[in-house]
Structure formats: structure tokens, C-alpha cells
């Protein structure tokens, strides 16, 4: 069974359901691999994914039927697959599927894992004990959580996702800090976040209206970890893919995936969900380059491109503290010479500043800071190298 589909970044992918037994030596981009996601990692090359979205079973122990007032009966979570004989069944299987994924990440790949009170503390445990190193726990916060009809515990109202890399030090790991925070109206973002269940016409239902999936994730949630952790192109893999909220998410953003699954029926639902996805415009979805990743510039160098002249005055944005621009690309500031970033923490008495946010120059059109003036100069350095 599979899907040939158009639209794609480079050539146009396949996406295959195939047994574990019989994987391609190569990595199986695209495609659903049917069979118990241990086996199916170990198949999988060492090293060889960049980023692991993982919604494990909860092991939420429910025990008889749910209902509610009314005495209707809850569609609660009571498949086999999230019930285990007790907690340290539980932990074995979680180390066993955890050591695997880790295996096949790359050494600056990341892993979100998401979860409940049931069963996020015993995985965040296992993690920090098999090596992996937590950047966040990130918080969903459900704007139309489920009700706690016995009214005898608070409304359940959030998961958890543990975010967090191979090792303590992996230093260039996939964040798209800048991105996110200009998405979010320039201010950073948190580790809350605030989505809806899935619901709507986005819920996979068969004919009879009943849900495919019962724990089904909304696409917002897959959308935001995966442009903030990583990049269009590269490879994503999910190894509880049920019913393919990430691989849809994949597949519309540019990136690359793997779905493990070992029920035919989550697959095939899986699979025809992703045939309806278009990719976007790569222009779309190329996250925003970071500053730090940008070619070092020196202040002197926008003095030697006639950008800013020797003896203007710089000044803060409120014009409290000046400063004089000297020849050499140093600043006089009270008889003391020193860098803009030095000058500039001086003055506001601060151990440290960023002199090319802090400085501005007069125009006739009001102060500019002097970071548009080497934003300018990059720009003109890209030009000229093409």
C-alpha cells in the first residue's frame, strides 16, 4: 500500500506502509512502518533523525466505565495498547522504547514526549537516567478540557511535554528563537501553551460518527514543535504515529517523516490523511536566519563603508546618555573610549549591554539604531558575494 504525492520540496515522496521485517537498508523517509515500535527502531540507522515527536500510551489505569451526571457514558481512553499489568511493566517498556529513539538521533536532534500526570513523571526519570538532557517541560494548556464529572479531583486541564536533547552537551540543536518570538507579537515564547482539543472537522471519525483515535492530537500543537525544533527538509520521526497528526504536519510544512505504528487500522486512516496534505512554499516555512548565525560584523566597518561618519553623537532611544563616534570605530563617552557595548553598559551603569540595539543616530526622519545600519551592510555583503 502506498501514495505517490506531488508538491514536495525536491523530488516527489513516497509514502509506503511496510512490515518491520522488511525495511529498506535505507532510511524509510515518508513512509508508515507497521510493527511494534521497538523493533521498528532498531531497524531504523543509528543517527539518523533530526528531530522525535513521541505521544506514548498514558497508562491512565482506568478502572470500570466513565459517565457523567446524566449517567451517558464517557468515550474514554480503554484501547489495549494503554494498559500495562502495572508500573514497572510500564517503566520497562518506556526505557526499552526510549533507548531506541535515542539510538537513532543525531547528535544535536531533540525529542518532545508528551503526557499526563499518569505517567509523565516515571518517562521524565527514565529520560534524565538514560542520558537524555531537559531543555523544557512544556505545559498545554486545553481551552475545552474534559470536565471531571465525579467532581472529586480538579479539572484536568493540561499535558506535559518534556522537551530535551541526546545529551548535556549537545550545543546545536535545532531552536527557532527568533522565528517564534516574531510570530508572538516580539515577545518571547513561553513554555504554556494555550490550544484546544482536537476537535471539529479536524477529528478523524469513521462512518458511524465514533472516533478513529481516541487521544487524537490537534495539528496547532505538532505545528508549533516542529517549527520551532526544526527545519524544512529535515527528518521527523514519530513512533506512536496512530492516526498521523505529525507526519500530516510534516508533510504541510516541508519536513521529512517516519511513522511507527502497529495498528493497520491507525495506519490506513494515517495514511489517507497525509494523501490530502499539500506541502507549503518553501518561502513559507524557512524559519527566519538567527542573528547569531549571521556573519560577524564590526562597528568599524560601517565607518569604513561611509554608513556612519567620525564625530556624529549616538544616543539611547529616550536621548538620556551620548555618546562621540570616534574614527577607530570606539566610542568617547565622558573621557572614556571604549566599544559601543562597553560605552553603552557604562553609561547606563550595567555590566553589560548590546550596543547595536542600545545606540541610535539622528536622522531627519526621527533616531535609527545603528542595527538597521549593519542589517544594511549584511545585505550588501550578500550581494556582493552572488
Known amino acids: 500500500m502506498s501514495v505517490s504525492y506531488a508538491g514536495k520540496i525536491g523530488p516527489k515522496p513516497r509514502i509506503q506502509v511496510s512490515r518491520t521485517g522488511v525495511l529498506a537498508a535505507k532510511l524509510p523517509l515518508n513512509q508508515i512502518i507497521l510493527g511494534d515500535c521497538v523493533e521498528s527502531l532498531n531497524a531504523l540507522p543509528q543517527k539518523s533523525v533530526d528531530l522525535i515527536f513521541a505521544d506514548p500510551p498514558y497508562n491512565l489505569q482506568l478502572e470500570g466505565q466513565l459517565t457523567r451526571p446524566d449517567n451517558s457514558l464517557v468515550d474514554a481512553v480503554d484501547d489495549d495498547w494503554d494498559k500495562f499489568s502495572d ?4 517503566d520497562t517498556f ?8 535515542r539510538r537513532v ?6 525529542i518532545f514526549v508528551i503526557g499526563s500526570y499518569h505517567n509523565v513523571f516515571r518517562v ?6 538514560l542520558g537524555f538532557w531537559i531543555l523544557n517541560d512544556i505545559v498545554w494548556r486545553k481551552a475545552n478540557p474534559m470536565p471531571n464529572f465525579r467532581g472529586r479531583r480538579f479539572t484536568n486541564a493540561h499535558e506535559t511535554m518534556i522537551w530535551a536533547s541526546k545529551t548535556a552537551t549537545a550545543k546545536h540543536y535545532t531552536f527557532n528563537y527568533e522565528a517564534l518570538k516574531a510570530g508572538n507579537e516580539d515577545c518571547q515564547m513561553r513554555s504554556d501553551w494555550y490550544f484546544p482539543i482536537c476537535t471539529g472537522a479536524e477529528r478523524l471519525k469513521d462512518a458511524d460518527g465514533r472516533k478513529t483515535h481516541p487521544t487524537q492530537k490537534p495539528e496547532a500543537l505538532l505545528a508549533r514543535v516542529l517549527m520551532s525544533a526544526s527545519n524544512p527538509g529535515d527528518v521527523v520521526l514519530d513512533p506512536f504515529f496512530g492516526t498521523g497528526t505529525t507526519g500530516a504536519v510534516a508533510r504541510r510544512l516541508g519536513r521529512d517523516f517516519i511513522g ?3 495498528d493497520p487500522h491507525y495506519a490506513a486512516a494515517a495514511e489517507a490523511r497525509i494523501k490530502a496534505v499539500t506541502t507549503l512554499p518553501l518561502s513559507t516555512v524557512v524559519a527566519a536566519p538567527a542573528k547569531r548565525t549571521e556573519p560577524r560584523v564590526a562597528f568599524l566597518a560601517l565607518l569604513e563603508a561611509g554608513m556612519i561618519q567620525p564625530g556624529v553623537k549616538l544616543v539611547d532611544d529616550k536621548r538620556r546618555f551620548s555618546a562621540l563616534v570616534r574614527a ?5 563617552y565622558q573621557n572614556i573610549i571604549g566599544s559601543i557595548h562597553k560605552i553603552g553598559a557604562l553609561a547606563q551603569g550595567l555590566p ?4 547595536w540595539t542600545f545606540w541610535h543616530v539622528e536622522t531627519p526622519h526621527g533616531l535609527k539604531v545603528i542595527d538597521d545600519f549593519r542589517g544594511a551592510f549584511r545585505s550588501e555583503m550578500r550581494e556582493a558575494a552572488e
Open 87 to 90: 508500573f514497572a511493566a510500564y
Open 105 to 110: 538521533m543525531k547528535d544535536d536532534a531533540t
Open 260 to 262: 511507527l505504528e502497529r
Open 94 to 101: 518506556s526505557r526499552a522504547w526510549l533507548g531506541a529513539a
Open 124 to 129: 521524565g526519570s527514565i529520560m534524565q537516567d
Open 328 to 332: 577607530d570605530g570606539t566610542l568617547c
Open 352 to 355: 553589560s549591554c548590546n550596543g
